[in-house]
């Protein structure tokens, strides 16, 4: 019996891989232009990098205005669909989306299976506190965390605070929740999402985000592994955007003096060395 189910969850998996395998085009950009839609795996609950708009009821942000860039230049339409942190890896590699533009750090573990764009944005990992009750990194010792599965925060918090209990949401609006909740104590992840969150709160002014940053985190587009056209494409059309303006224009709309997320960019889009 034990044999039959051993040869039979062979079976599937053979068939969950080929299919995966079948599904995955391995030139992206010669197959978007073919069914003229770019499918881009994006998040919809963190502004302002991918958050729904009240009035349009559509999905807007900094990672989209890069989608549409992209999609623009190849002269396709955008499709977005929804991702979680833990989900976006899966499904670029099942092929249900041709890119991934969702707050997705570059780092050598994921660039094992994945392909990444030049840095597009750059950010730190920090956490979100009562007022006051957070200094230094200490302070956070044998504390309840709540980040996102899947995530770079996960893991980073992790190590730089072994005795911390840490929650993983499937997404940090539902970790934001716990913290106001009382059930965890601070939430972590880059700073450039805790800001988002912060300015979006009725509550904001019971929290902060103390000075206190655990880790580098550059973002980059996610493309399929090996999917060598299309990253070309990509990463030449973000340094076209660089160098025209657009780029900067794009983080002065949702980052700007005049705007609730109001940061510095302290990066520009460079090719990766
Ligand atoms: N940038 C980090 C990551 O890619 C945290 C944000 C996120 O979960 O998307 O894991």
Same mark, same amino acid.
């Given at each position: ?10 079976? @599937? =998996?053979?068939?969950?891989?080929? +299919?995966?395998?079948?599904? !995955?085009?391995?030139? #992206?950009?010669?197959?978007?232009? %073919? &069914? ?99 200094? @230094? =990194?200490?302070?956070?010792?044998? +504390?309840?965390?709540?980040? !996102?599965?899947?995530? #770079?925060?996960?893991?980073?918090? %992790? &190590? ?114």
């Amino acid at each position: 019996m034990k044999k039959v189910a051993a040869i039979l969850s062979l079976t @599937a =998996l053979v068939a969950i891989s080929a +299919k995966a395998f079948a599904a !995955a085009p391995a030139d #992206t950009l010669a197959e978007v232009k %073919k &069914k003229g839609v770019l499918v881009a795996g994006v998040k919809d609950s963190l502004p302002p990098f991918g958050y729904i708009d009240e009035k349009t009821r559509t999905i807007i942000g900094y990672d989209i205005d890069f989608v549409n860039a992209i999609a623009k230049k190849l002269g396709v339409k955008v499709e977005l669909k929804p991702v979680t942190s833990a989900s976006r890896m899966p499904q670029l590699q099942e092929g249900n989306i041709d890119m991934i533009a969702a707050t997705m750090t570059k780092n050598p573990e994921r660039a094992k299976q994945i392909d990444f764009s030049h840095t597009y944005f750059f950010t730190g990992q920090k956490f979100i506190t009562k007022k006051g009750s957070v200094k @230094a =990194l200490k302070d956070l010792d044998g +504390k309840r965390i709540g980040t !996102a599965k899947g995530s #770079t925060s996960e893991q980073n918090v %992790k &190590k730089a605070i072994p005795t911390a209990t840490v929650l993983s949401f499937d997404d940090y609006p539902q970790a934001f929740l716990a913290l106001q909740q009382g059930k965890v104590q601070a939430v972590t992840t880059d700073e450039a999402i805790l800001a988002g969150i912060l300015a979006k709160s009725p509550e904001k002014g019971k929290f902060e985000i103390p000075k206190v940053q655990i880790s580098d985190e550059p973002y980059g587009l996610g493309m399929r592994k090996g999917d060598k056209n299309f990253v070309d494409f990509v990463n030449k059309t973000i340094l076209e955007m660089e160098k025209s303006g657009e780029a900067k224009k794009i983080f002065d709309k949702w980052f700007g003096p005049k705007t609730d997320f109001h940061l510095q960019r302290n990066f520009k889009i460079t090719a990766d060395k």
